[in-house]
């Protein structure tokens, strides 16, 4: 059976991904970079620092240091996030779906520890979490299973029933090779990309999970070999 539903953070809870771009594209202006939205969305779901060196290797600069780009975007992306982004269509209802079930809720996130904590408290939604975890606290980031395997650990749940929602490739990648069953919600922009195809199940939003939806998957935990 589920024993726990795992959330990414941007992008799936909160709407903080415009916000991260906003961020960037000021930001690397600085260092003679003009990014446009769409080479923003190339990085989506990558950590900052991985966005920054991603960059540098195609068009590097001088005058800054990778390590002080980095940083501007967090401080940017940190203000922007804390006084402008909304929740995800769907959040909401899918927690108290969850909290009814009696099913514990986790965040497992890319972004920093302060990060988490200003969206949790943004959003008010504190009370549906037992656990919030940081991919910066474990020797690798997304993609790698670090973050939902140490989530699953602070829970105390095996991986193999737990159902993880992420809106990104790097996310997916990441749930997967944690061994968990997997739920991708695409932006409207990537949403037929192939690297979704790695998940057990793809909706366009939260708000198309349903009780349906929970059964069959419910049934896929029920009938992998453990």
Same mark, same amino acid.
């Given at each position: =059976?589920?024993?726990?539903?795992?959330?990414?953070?941007?992008?799936?809870?909160?709407?903080?991904?415009?916000?991260?771009?906003?961020?960037?594209?000021?930001?690397?202006?600085?260092?003679? @970079?003009?990014?446009?939205?769409?080479?923003?969305?190339?990085?989506?779901?990558?950590?900052?620092?991985?966005?920054?060196?991603?960059?540098?290797?195609?068009r590097?600069?001088?005058?800054?240091?990778?390590?002080?780009?980095?940083?501007?975007?967090?401080?940017?992306?940190?203000?922007?996030?804390?006084?402008?982004?909304?929740? =995800?269509?769907? =959040?909401?209802?899918?927690?108290?779906?969850?909290?009814?079930?009696?099913?514990?809720?986790?965040?497992?996130?890319?972004?920093?520890?302060?990060?988490?904590?200003?969206?949790?408290?943004?959003?008010?939604?504190?009370?549906?979490?037992?656990?919030?975890?940081?991919?910066?606290?474990e020797?690798?980031?997304?993609?790698?299973?670090?973050?939902?395997?140490?989530?699953?650990?602070?829970?105390?749940?095996?991986?193999a029933?737990?159902?993880?929602?992420?809106?990104?490739?790097?996310?997916?990648?990441?749930?997967?090779?944690?061994?968990?069953?997997?739920?991708?919600?695409?932006?409207?922009?990537?949403?037929d990309?192939?690297?979704?195809?790695?998940?057990?199940?793809?909706?366009?939003?939260?708000?198309?999970?349903?009780?349906?939806?929970? @059964?069959?998957?419910?049934?896929?935990?029920?009938?992998?070999?453990?």
């Amino acid at each position: =059976m589920i024993c726990a539903a795992i959330f990414d953070m941007d992008g799936l809870l909160v709407d903080s991904e415009p916000h991260w771009r906003i961020a960037e594209i000021e930001v690397f202006q600085t260092v003679g @970079l003009a990014l446009t939205e769409e080479m923003c969305k190339r990085t989506t779901g990558m950590p900052i620092e991985s966005v920054v060196e991603y960059w540098y290797e195609r068009r590097p600069w001088t005058n800054r240091s990778r390590a002080e780009v980095a940083h501007e975007i967090h401080g940017k992306a940190f203000d922007y996030i804390g006084h402008r982004a909304g929740p =995800m269509p769907g =959040m909401l209802d899918r927690l108290q779906y969850f909290r009814a079930k009696g099913i514990p809720m986790a965040i497992a996130s890319a972004s920093p520890m302060n990060l988490i904590e200003l969206v949790i408290d943004r959003l008010n939604i504190r009370e549906f979490f037992v656990v919030w975890h940081s991919a910066t606290l474990e020797a690798r980031n997304k993609p790698h299973p670090d973050v939902y395997l140490g989530t699953a650990r602070k829970l105390g749940v095996d991986p193999a029933c737990c159902l993880a929602f992420e809106d990104s490739g790097n996310g997916l990648k990441s749930a997967h090779a944690a061994g968990m069953i997997t739920v991708a919600v695409p932006a409207d922009y990537e949403f037929d990309d192939s690297k979704f195809d790695l998940a057990t199940l793809k909706i366009p939003s939260l708000a198309a999970f349903d009780e349906s939806l929970f @059964l069959a998957l419910q049934a896929e935990v029920d009938t992998t070999p453990s």
